[in-house]
Structure formats: structure tokens, C-alpha cells
């Protein structure tokens, strides 16, 4: 995934911070990367779609970080993949392939017994899929979080995002594991973040100004940065036989013009170089400075940067490598999470409790644009007026999802019997009871609740009505002493089974 060495060819460049860096920002998420990274502790679950609450570990995983985002005061922004571009076919298969053998190889070990084995194959087999993201999604709306689904590389709407100015709902950095970020043009990538927030940050520009550092790009501009890229092989297009990131960067800092580069290789590399690199680099190239976004102001796909005057005079057919053009309402529902941006079917309800994946609905245009103009509360990124972060849209001919419709979240959704319980009826949200921060709160006040009163031992329901009050408060005054020892039965019982209500 993403340039091939990238990042450990421009270690000189990688500098170390925590992500208090960016308080009082926006930073973009690269959501499929925390996907797949949560999904390894469940991998097994998932590619056997076994019943249980582990299986919905990637949740926990995500919210966790969302948490400690939120803790230092900083606005997360999740960006989802989108659809597959032409382009990226050949890669999008290869890696099907592999999770394939991979997924064969883990039942192969499973069936010996070798469950160690077994797991480690199924961390290579696991796949994120678009119903995974959108059972996120419904956290992250009941939580308010900002979030839009790219229609199609979330790379590519990340990079958009990190051009705007803030007031627009632009982003300070991007937390990715993805190289491709860079490619992109994004101006700060921060790399390998853990739950505590300490990561690696490429700010481009620095890279750029460094004078006394190798490698050196300081004659490099953005396009001649995306080439080498190119050149090193991406996603989008192998690299030629015996280039390499290094061979890359040679190549381009020698000759400062990609053109020249491509005529050099054709020279150096006859036979071996394929008959149509040419027009796949440039087609590659273009990917990383056109490639088709979501604009949230005008509610339909755009180019992430205007393209050139070769391009103008492409029909929009022959700029389907870009990603196929789509509709208003049909990239307006993809990025509001109501649509799959695969297979193009709505997303009806929340899976059963079963396991068994929700039911798909084919929505057609006119549909489309019926729930694109209700109102709701999916937020997604806004730069519709200065100030305006988000636009929240929501389908009001669907019921609100009951806790018994979400109960194949529960033990995600609900607290876990060392915690306080809520009464259902009083929860604000349905969510991962998984933040640290919270959770220190309530430990706080269930540690105060059991020194005053410690003939209580469970408190199940904190909240008390004022009459209820009083009536502690006069059985407190009698129990301080000697006294209390007098009191019959049925006082203790009373007062015992106050407290231990549901």
C-alpha cells in the first residue's frame, strides 16, 4: 500500500511529535487505515463471521483513538474509501488474490490445530469492507463526529481537505499509514500514531526548504515530487524493472523534467519498459493531481485540482480513470454514508443480531435525491459558508434504531458490569463504552459514593429524586451513631433496597 520505500527513504525528514501538537485543529482521519488495524484483533471473527462481541473489536479501536483525539481538544475528521478507480483494477485484484491464499492457508492451520498460526494468516486475509465503515458511521453520528465517504480514494479527499482554509472545513494534518498521502500533496502526514498519541510527521514543506539534508529535494515542486512517486511504482501503475525510489529520485533531481526522465528510461531501458508506460504514467500522474473528490458546498464531485489543458479536451468517458462521474444525489447519499459506494445499493438498517449482513436496497436517481435534500444527522465536511463545518442530513421516513435493533453492538454499546450502569432511558448516545478519559470520571464518583455510604455495596442507578434524598440523609444522621444499632430490621432494609434498584 502506497509508494514503495517511501517513507524509509525519507527518514532524514521524519520527525517525531504527539498529536497536542494539533489542538484547537481539525485533523483528517484516514478511516480505513484504523479499520484495518483494528480489525487484526479480530481478524479470525471476521473472516469466519463467528457470532460474538469480539468480532466488533475494530469499533472499540477507532473510538478509543477518537477519544484521545477529542481529550487534547482537537476536531477529528474520518474520510472512508470510496469506490475503486479503473486504474487501481489490476492492484485491487492482486490483493484479492493474496487475502484469498491467505484465508486458505489460515483454515489449513486451523484445522491442525496451530491456532497461532492461524490467526497470523487471518490478520494477511481480513478485508474491510463498506458495511463495516458504515456500522462507524452510525457511532460516529450518534457521537457528532465529522466524517464523509470520498466517492472514490480517500486519499484524494483527504489532499482536498488539507488545501482549504479552516473556516472552509479544511484539516491542519492527516493521520494515515498510507505513503500515498505525500504523493497526494498533502502538506503534514503524521505516520504510526499510538493509542497514546506519539507518532511521525512529514510536513512537505520542510522537505522542500531543507538545505544540508540527503536527500535533497530542494529543486523539487510538488509535481516533480508526485513523478518520482510515479516512477518508484504506486497503486496505480508497477514500476519499470530496476527502479527503485532511489533510482527514482536520481532520475528526476538530474533532469528536473518528467518528460525528459521518461524519454532517458526509454533509452536506458529499451525492451523491458512496457509499450504503454507512457500513457500510464501520465495517467497515473494525473490520479494524484485530478483525481475526482466530493465538494461538500456545491453537493457534487469535483477535480482535486483543475485540470490541464491536455485533459480539457479528454470527453468525460476518457476521464473515467479519474473515477467515473457521478450524479449529484448519487455522490451526495456516497458521502453521507447512506449509499455503498460499491455496489451502488442503499444501506438499509443496522445488521441482525445474528451476524447475518443488512439487507440491500438498489436506490435509484430520483430516490436519491429525495434523501439528499431531507433533512438529518450525518455530518460531513462543509465549506458552504465561512464558519460552517458541517452539514448534518438525515432520513426521516426511516424510524430512529431502537437498542434492540442495535443489539449485536451490545456488549460495544453498552457498559461492562465493573462500570456504572445508566439507565438506558437516560443515555444521550449509543456507543463504545471504551473512552479512558470518561471513565476515570465515573471511577471518581463511584469511589465517593461507596465511602459515604459503606454498608452499600453495588450502586446501580446514581440518579435520585429530591424526596428520595431527604430520606438518606435522615436515615444517615440516624446510623452515625450507637443509635443506628437500635434500628429495626425494616429500616435497614429500606434503605438497602434504595440503593440496590435497577
Known amino acids: 500500500m502506497g509508494i514503495k520505500d517511501l517513507l524509509r527513504f525519507m527518514k532524514p525528514y521524519v520527525e517525531p511529535i504527539h498529536i497536542k501538537k494539533y489542538a484547537h485543529k481539525r485533523v483528517g482521519i484516514d478511516a480505513y487505515s484504523w479499520l484495518h488495524k483494528g480489525a487484526y484483533s479480530c481478524s479470525m471473527e471476521l473472516c469466519l463471521n463467528t457470532e460474538g462481541d469480539k468480532k466488533y473489536q475494530y469499533i472499540n479501536y477507532c473510538m478509543h483513538r477518537i477519544n484521545m483525539l477529542r481529550h487534547h481538544n482537537i476536531t477529528p475528521v474520518l474520510v472512508f474509501d470510496g469506490g475503486n478507480i479503473p486504474c487501481k483494477a489490476l492492484t485491487e485484484q492482486q490483493r484479492h488474490s493474496k487475502r484469498k491464499d491467505n484465508r486458505e492457508l489460515a483454515m489449513a492451520k486451523l484445522k491442525e490445530g496451530d491456532t497461532n498460526a492461524a490467526i497470523e494468516m487471518f490478520q494477511r486475509a481480513v478485508s474491510i469492507t463498506p458495511l463495516m465503515a458504515h456500522q462507524l ?41 498510507d505513503s500515498d498521502l505525500l504523493a497526494y500533496g498533502c502538506s503534514s502526514v503524521i505516520f504510526k500514531m499510538d493509542r497514546y498519541g506519539n507518532g511521525e510527521e512529514i510536513v512537505i514543506d520542510k522537505v522542500f526548504d531543507s538545505v544540508g539534508r540527503l536527500p535533497s529535494f530542494l529543486h523539487f515542486d510538488k509535481e516533480l515530487f508526485t513523478g518520482m512517486c510515479v516512477l518508484a511504482g504506486c497503486d496505480f501503475l508497477p514500476s519499470v524493472p530496476g527502479i527503485g525510489i532511489a533510482k527514482a529520485h536520481a532520475l528526476v533531481s538530474k533532469y528536473r523534467n518528467l518528460d525528459r526522465v521518461l524519454s532517458v528510461l526509454k533509452y536506458d531501458k529499451g525492451d523491458q519498459m512496457p509499450k504503454d508506460y507512457f500513457t500510464s504514467f501520465r495517467e497515473a500522474l494525473a490520479v494524484f493531481q485530478h483525481a475526482r473528490i466530493y465538494d461538500a458546498d456545491s453537493k457534487r464531485l469535483k477535480h482535486l485540482t483543475p485540470l490541464g489543458e491536455t485533459l480539457l479536451n479528454y470527453s468525460d468517458e476518457e476521464l473515467d480513470f479519474l473515477g467515473p462521474e457521478l450524479s449529484s444525489s448519487q455522490a451526495s447519499a456516497i458521502a453521507e454514508g447512506q449509499l455503498d459506494p460499491c455496489t451502488m445499493m442503499g444501506f438499509n438498517e443496522f445488521p441482525s443480531c445474528n451476524g447475518q449482513p443488512k439487507k440491500s436496497i438498489a436506490v435509484n436517481n430520483r430516490s436519491m435525491k429525495q434523501e439528499a435534500t431531507t433533512e438529518g444527522c450525518f455530518p460531513i465536511v462543509s465549506s458552504s459558508k465561512p464558519g460552517t463545518k458541517k452539514i448534518t442530513v438525515v432520513d426521516r421516513t426511516k424510524p430512529e434504531p431502537s437498542l434492540e435493533r442495535l443489539s449485536n453492538l451490545k456488549q460495544l454499546i453498552s457498559p461492562s458490569n465493573n462500570d456504572i450502569h445508566v439507565n438506558p432511558a437516560k443515555r444521550s448516545s449509543v456507543v463504545p463504552n471504551n473512552n479512558p478519559f470518561k471513565r476515570k470520571k465515573e471511577s471518581t464518583v463511584l469511589n465517593e459514593c461507596a465511602t459515604e455510604h459503606s454498608e452499600v455495596t453495588e450502586v446501580e442507578d446514581l440518579e435520585m429524586t429530591p424526596n428520595s434524598q431527604k430520606s438518606v440523609e435522615s436515615k444517615k444522621k440516624v446510623t452515625s451513631g450507637k443509635k443506628a444499632e437500635s434500628k429495626s430490621e425494616s429500616n435497614k432494609n429500606t434503605i438497602l433496597n434504595f440503593f440496590s434498584r435497577v
Do not use: C, H, T
Request: hydrophobic share 50%; no cysteine; aromatic share 8%.
Open 137 to 177: 458511521i452510525q457511532i460516529l453520528r450518534s457521537e457528532n463526529i465529522e466524517f464523509v465517504v470520498a466517492p472514490y480514494e480517500a486519499d484524494a479527499q483527504l489532499a482536498y481537505l488539507s488545501s482549504l482554509d479552516a473556516d472552509k472545513g479544511g484539516i491542519a494534518a492527516v493521520i494515515s499509514e
